[in-house]
T-cell receptor, first 117, second 115 residues
Framework: AQKITQTQPGMFVQEKEAVTLDCTYD???????LFWYKQPSSGEMIFLIY??????QNATEGRYSLNFQKARKSANLVISASQLGDSAMYFC??????????????FGTGTRLLVSP | KAGVTQTPRYLIKTRGQQVTLSCSPI?????VSWYQQTPGQGLQFLFE???????NKGNFPGRFSGRQFSNSRSEMNVSTLELGDSALYLC??????????????FGPGTRLTVL
């Protein structure tokens, strides 16, 4: 069965610094997709970044990048130049069967990030 | 393009009642998935609908059901509510194109409180 592990319940970072949020995963599937979502206190899940298991390059989206190490089964999120608005819960998620359209996401327990001035 | 919308945003019900939540996907998206989020169990997949058919179901009792209409809007229903059903219910839509970057976009959620 799929499993996502986020070992950091909470992280603190100062504004303008970079921060790495850890995510490891476990799957027997060769084809899968990895996602990061941000959930502010309002509750909405905001999509940040995606990495496919066959993608050779690490994904980047603006200030977000995903440090994908397939052999170690890790998909860490790096936020550069943190902003106060980055304070939120961050969830790592995995979808099996990248090319099948299979839509079930399995989520980790999340990391609460607090950005201080 | 408008995002995923969910109604109502907040609901208070009592045990034994039933409730219906609604989700309108992003225009052009044909897949709608539902998730339950609780402090104890985290985010759990409920079910996915595509072309008015349930394609996948999570490990939830039969009290949880859903449907999808021809315009891709979806509803989920919970019958005989229990205290443990109190949760944030999130709906997500995707285009369900068979492509590597198919992504689920979430709505703001419906917060259900069962008293």
């Amino acid at each position: 069965a799929q499993k996502i592990t986020q070992t950091q319940p909470g992280m603190f970072v100062q504004e303008k610094e970079a921060v790495t949020l850890d995510c490891t995963y476990d799957t027997s599937d060769q084809s899968y997709g990895l996602f990061w979502y941000k959930q502010p206190s309002s509750g909405e899940m905001i999509f940040l970044i995606y990495q496919g298991s066959y993608d050779e390059q690490n994904a980047t989206e603006g200030r977000y990048s995903l440090n994908f190490q397939k052999a170690r089964k890790s998909a860490n999120l790096v936020i550069s130049a943190s902003q106060l608005g980055d304070s939120a819960m961050y969830f790592c998620a995995m979808r099996e069967g990248r090319n099948t359209g299979f839509q079930k996401l399995v989520f980790g327990t999340g990391t609460r990030l607090l950005v201080s001035p | 393009k408008a995002g995923v919308t969910q109604t109502p945003r907040y609901l208070i019900k009592t045990r034994g009642q039933q409730v219906t939540l609604s989700c309108s996907p992003i225009s052009g998206h044909r897949s709608v998935s539902w998730y339950q989020q609780t402090p104890g169990q985290g985010l759990q997949f409920l079910f996915e609908y595509f072309s008015e058919t349930q394609r996948n179901k999570g490990n939830f009792p039969g009290r949880f059901s859903g449907r999808q209409f021809s315009n891709s809007r979806s509803e989920m229903n919970v019958s005989t509510l229990e205290l443990g059903d109190s949760a944030l219910y999130l709906c997500a839509s995707s285009s369900r194109v068979v492509a590597s970057t198919d992504t689920q976009y979430f709505g703001p959620g419906t917060r259900l409180t069962v008293l």
